[in-house]
């Protein structure tokens, strides 16, 4: 071991002739501690909080989509062209478009993606987003799998601590993909057919609509040509679903209907749609696949009834293209949150400034004694420096294990804080529209947090290190 390092070690051993010393020490790794903790705990919720928002943000829709700025004719040539692009998962069309509602003589605008049924629950989540059981007490809204953790021989009881609903419960709703148009026999022998219609569990919730109720319909910007002139197409629509994405927006102005009904609703024949969903087998991959699409699709020759070509191009848009702005806010603040929390271990480290510097005065004559042995004046650095270095080792290692703990526990510390301080719910689902806290953390996080505090403490070690090897030996021993 060399000399430094056991001096150095000497130095931060605990004893009763340096209490003062050790304690200060040892405040030097709490403070780093602390602030590595928090460091870790913030940027593991704010990825967390985005990761789950980029998973809802896509999940309505999927990772790449394909537009152009006219109709898409022969659609189905194009999906095999885009089925056959390495990494290319699934593709599926939709037509979309305004669409108004009318319930009970109230009206309400929202916008429609008409999707093929059989390639939809490939491209997105929708399937799993259906509401599969709601309480009849507080309305809680269930999937599938957290409906079956909820019942026991055969009783439900709610999860909600608020509500403790225990029982049969009557508002079981359709768990499968329902898109399938109807037709019905009107009282006077006419024929109409309905539209299947599956929307957002807040707008059901404002409408109090449910399952089976049948609402009134009409495109927003298509009218059809009548004996009177243009006429608002209007149909017929049966609530076949409810879906429930996490996102306010989502459930309040998205709705879902048939490709089939798509294509009347904007008066479209089978062979038009307006663009395709493409997913992935793996998202790392969309920059990739974009480029590939667009020298693959970039453009394309359609023939009017007349036989003239007319030459336009795709639109191929990856999910952070579609949200580019909001995404873009969170990655600011995730950087803006890191530089301020991370002054919390820059003053952290400012101890390790103030205990080596006191060890260095009550050091004076070991440093004199040391420096007139022949000890060199980097040896004399090297010591404190190793000291500083040591210290941010421990409170680096102290605070990640405190930050991963704390991280991953999070939801249990913040129902107990809440406990004590007799304070409502810290975390709320009616607010963030998620059942527990997020977190998420890579290994890339932790290694820049653990990184930036070594550094941190490097630099704290400087001054005391510089001041410790400038002392004058005969100046120090002189009175000794």
């Known amino acids: 071991m060399p000399y430094e390092l056991s001096v150095c070690l000497r ?21 780093l501690a602390v602030g590595v903790m928090t460091l870790i705990v913030v940027i593991a919720v704010m990825d967390g909080f985005a990761k789950n928002l980029m998973e809802r ?41 305004d669409l108004g509602l009318s319930v009970n003589n109230r009206g309400y605008s929202i916008f429609f993606r008409a999707v093929d049924p059989q390639k939809v629950g490939q491209v997105s989540k929708l399937p799993e987003y259906l509401v599969y059981f709601t309480c009849g007490r507080c309305k809680k809204a269930y ?36 898109l399938e148009e109807v037709e019905v026999t009107l009282p006077y ?63 309040l102005k998205l709705g879902f209907t048939s490709l089939k009904s798509g294509q009347m609703l904007q008066h479209l024949s089978e062979k038009r749609i307006h663009g395709f969903s493409v997913k992935l087998d793996d998202i790392e991959y969309c ?15 359609v023939y009017d009834n007349e036989g003239k070509a007319t030459y336009y191009p795709y639109v191929v848009k990856t999910w952070m293209d579609l949200r580019m702005t909001l995404f873009r806010a969170i990655q600011q603040e995730k950087v803006i949150m890191f530089i301020i929390v991370a002054l919390i271990t820059a003053v952290a480290a400012l101890n390790i400034i103030a205990s080596l510097t006191m060890t260095v005065v009550h050091k004076r004559k070991e440093i004199g004694i040391l420096r007139s042995m022949g000890a060199r004046r980097s040896s004399i650095t090297a010591i404190f420096a190793i ?9 680096i290692a102290v605070g990640l294990i405190g930050g991963l703990l704390l991280s991953y526990n999070i939801d249990p510390v913040a129902d107990w804080v809440s406990k004590v301080t007799g304070t409502t719910k810290l975390f ?53």
């Open 11 to 31: 130095y931060l051993r605990p004893r009763r002739s340096r209490a003062y010393i050790s304690t200060n020490t040892l405040i030097s790794i709490l403070g």
């Open 57 to 97: 943000a896509i999940g309505l829709s999927s990772h790449i989509e394909i537009t152009s700025d006219r109709l898409i004719g022969n659609w189905r040539d194009v999906e095999r062209k885009i089925e056959s692009t390495p990494h290319v998962a699934a593709a599926s069309p939709f037509v979309w478009g």
């Open 143 to 178: 999937s599938r799998e957290e409906y079956r953790k909820c019942v026991k021989n055969g009783i439900f009881t709610c999860s909600d601590p608020d509500c403790g609903f225990v029982g049969e419960d009557d508002h079981l709703l359709k768990s499968d993909l329902d």
């Open 189 to 251: 022998g006419d024929k109409s057919l309905v539209m299947p219609l599956i929307l957002g569990e807040l707008l059901c919730e404002r409408f109090d609509l449910k399952v089976g109720d049948t609402i009134r319909i009409a495109s927003g910007n298509v009218a059809a040509m009548g004996a009177f002139g243009p006429k608002q197409l209007s149909f017929d629509a049966r609530i076949t679903g409810i879906f429930h994405s996490g996102l306010a927006e989502e459930d």
């Open 287 to 301: 920059d990739e696949v974009k480029k590939l699409l667009n020298r693959k699709l970039g453009s394309q020759i």
């Open 387 to 395: 000291s500083g270095i040591i210290i941010g080792i421990i409170g």
């Open 428 to 480: 709320s689902g009616d607010i963030f529209y998620l059942d527990e806290i997020p977190v998420d953390l890579s290994a890339g996080d932790i290694w820049v947090i653990a990184v930036v505090a070594l550094a941190l403490s490097v630099i704290a070690s400087i001054y005391p290190a510089w001041k410790a090897a400038t002392l004058d030996p005969v100046e120090v021993l002189r009175y000794e």
